[in-house]
């Protein structure tokens, strides 16, 4: 089964469990991929249908199902992509002055992959994803794009990056991205119709008269996201895109970014850096942690011994909760605002952990083993 | 109408909607028409000099205000979006092509004088035709002659000065010719107190050695050839002719309501002073002194009794007024409509304003705020150091250097970056 078999059959279980706002961003991405016209016609005419029609469920139903039937049929005779590295960075080095460098860094990025990158603040993040866009240049080591590009600006466009705090967009947003669409090759039949689709599928159908002045700081970095989906990038990267969202919110970019680096046909790779670890964890395919400027990974084989590490919330005190942690051979326990973290040995489990809980009552509000998180290098 | 435009571009020429090109042109082209309008209404010459429409001054500062505030309003919303510095993809003369555009507008903004100077010309021009102007013209010139026209210089004479007595030498002292050639210190020079015309002696001060005036629509050989065909007529006492060129004079005063309390009988008679013509009375050649801008005479020569001192007779004509304006006239038709350097000079405001507005839009603020301030630093440093050492063209060749410095600083980075 291809990798579009299996997506359109999620799509179909979404659209048989009436979850109607899932499916139609994924048929919107569908449309995207077919890259027709005649689809985009389609699925604008059904979105503004629906504009209007938002409560008639029977209906909404049975016109997304031979939407879907028909995209289908188009896109089962499409070639699907494969995944393949697109960026190789080798030993990457960047030094500012004495007091901070990044690296050495080596990471490999595939297309379809997301890339999350954590650590402590003023750890390299940023300075590694600015390295990645090519806005700063190695002081040694080496960054390989593994595709076509004639110049360093003809590169640029194909990398987009998103910094944290984004420019103000003067003028209407949907002027922008009209912009945008245009600049990148959009021809004036599709532009509207690919700008709709793109608007639609980032939730802001709703905004897209509005001015830059008038959104909350989670729709703006939503509207970067629309101006880059039009960019039709090879990679993207974002610092911090979940910071000024809610946890829904969060949950929500999150689940787009899987799907719009995951596509079949156009898939992109994503870097992203985030301090959500575990909703970034949960995401994405490799974590890369750095801490003053040095990369740790997860799983690492040189990480030789594998201790057993458990975030927990208690209202017991320290000295208490050492003393019945003492059975589990705990090595250390530290608390750090109001959480504890406790290491044991490597044979100790999470079942050992609760087991011992139960039987001494310790109370509880929160168990996390983050034995393979890397919520573990926050650990001193 | 703009607007439907504007979509069409974006969609299609995305550069060409960001610069607002058609609309930015569309309102430089109307800023020209209107500005022609505004000319055309400047150049209405009033003959009689009582209603004179004087808006130029006005027109240029309200333009130069008008230009300020269609900039500002337009570089508003051509900075509201940047396709370079947001690195969308772009062709690769894009960005020239971009610099091209803002020339354009910038020159079409700049230029708003021209059309004012043309539509004011073409109007001055409008009045007469060419012919018609210089016959005019003609009749103004020479009637100068019976009015209160200057004399011409006389003779310039040489005796050597052992034969001078004291008495005589007193008596030529006046007439010394001081400036000019080389002189001989031996001998002593003066202009004669006579002119020789066709054989006949006349005083320097007699009617027949009036100067014309000069007009553009005239040539300086036709001028002469004018004043000696009077001069003709006066030598020969052709009275008929000398009566036709006054009649002529006083109905274009007639014509444009001017003042004058001559009449044909009585300005002959009072001027025309047969056959030594140097007993004539100076007519007063203005209603009121300075009328108008330029007067037109010095009237140093006006009168034979000595300089700076003028004895006019009652007798007026307002030859002032017509003179000026038939002079608005001719030289509409003998000024070419673009004065080279004029547009030369708009040219190189249009190519600054250009590079200013382009550099701003392809670097930072701030790159652009140094270069501004690093321009003004070395400027100072060259200057003073220029005046330090005195040499001549010195500041011309330092910067010149450090341009060609620059030059060949870029091309060193471009050739790294090729490699």
Redesign the interface.
Known sequence: MTEFEKQFREVQELLEFNDFNQTIKRVIDFTLDTENIDFYIKTNAFLNWLDHNEKEDEDKKTRLKTLLDELHVHLREKECHEHQTIISVKNLQKVYNASFGLGPINLAIKTGEIIGLVGENGNGKTTLLRSLCGELHPTSGTINYQFQYDD???L??KLVYIPQRTDTW??SMY??L???A????YS?EE??LVVDLVITRLGLRKFRKHYWNNLSSGYKMRFELARMLL?KPKILLIDEPLANLDILAQQTILDDFRNIANSAFRPIAIVLSSQQLYEVEKTSNQVVFLKRGTQKNLNAENDVTKNCIIEFESSLNLSDLKQTLTALEVISLEQNGGTFIATFPEKIEMNDFLKVVINQSIPMTYIRNISNSTRRFFVN | MFKDIQK?L???Y?LL??TKFVPMVAIGLLLHVIFFGLGYLDGTIDFSNRNNIDIEVTCILFGVLLVVIIVILWLVNY???N?LK?????SKYSLFYEWLQIFVVSSLLITFYIPFSVGKQLHQKSYYSLEETANRCKTISTAAMFIDGSFGDTELDSIHKSKLSEEDFKQIQNQVAENGIYRDTNYHYFYKDHIVFKGKKYNQFSLLNRDTFEFTVISREQDSLNRIQVQNLLHQNNQAEVKKLMDNYLSLIRQHNLATNLTLDKWFEIVYKAPQFDEFLYIQPYLREHETYNYYNSYDYATKIGKGERKYSKYFVQQDVLKDKYEIVSEAHTDSFFKIEMILGFLYGAFGLSILIFSFRVTSGKSWLIALVATGVINIVYGIFTAITGVENMYAYLILFTILGFIFYFFLIYAG?KS
Request: aromatic share 22%.
């Open positions: 360093l600006y003809d640029r466009t003067r003028g002027e922008n009209e912009f945008t245009s600049c990148y090759g004036p532009n509207n960019r | 069409k974006l969609l299609k995305p909607w960001n900075f509201k979006n396709s947001s690195f969308y993809s772009k970056f």
